[in-house]
């Protein structure tokens, strides 16, 4: 069982920067995706940034030059630098670890959200 945490959400003002935090309690080994899912009130969770074990990054075109995935596999955290923050990037985000335990296997997790408001 792995255990997500995710820290680092709070308020800035439209053009600042955060830096979003996620500790996984257990190792995460073998394929994995780690990814940030963004969630506003009465809307679908909606995929931001991933990064696959082998370093293939993904992101969601309203966050493409502006946000950063980054792992440290030591510390068994992902991160998601937030640069020129816009107030649509205002959600709750949360952090999401996939392994890949073979065909059709799959284990997902879940942080609980930390809040990002973003003012104008």
């Known amino acids: 069982q792995v255990q997500l945490v995710e820290s680092g959400g709070g308020l800035v003002q439209a053009g600042g920067s955060l830096r979003l935090s996620c500790a996984a309690s257990?190792?995460?080994?073998?394929?994995?995706?780690m990814a940030w899912y963004r969630q506003v009130p009465e809307n679908e969770r909606e995929l931001v940034a991933s990064m696959g074990s082998g370093g293939d990054t993904y992101y969601a075109d309203p966050v493409k030059g502006r946000f950063t995935i980054a792992r440290d596999n030591d510390k068994n955290t992902v991160f998601l630098q937030m640069n020129s923050l816009k107030p649509e990037d205002t959600a709750v985000y949360y952090c999401?670890?996939?392994?890949?335990?073979?065909?059709?296997?799959?284990?997902?997790?879940w942080g609980q959200g930390t809040q990002v408001t973003v003012s104008s």
């Open positions: 257990g190792s995460i080994a073998g394929p994995n995706v």
């Open positions: 999401k670890a996939v392994r890949i335990l073979g065909v059709g296997r799959r284990s997902e997790y």
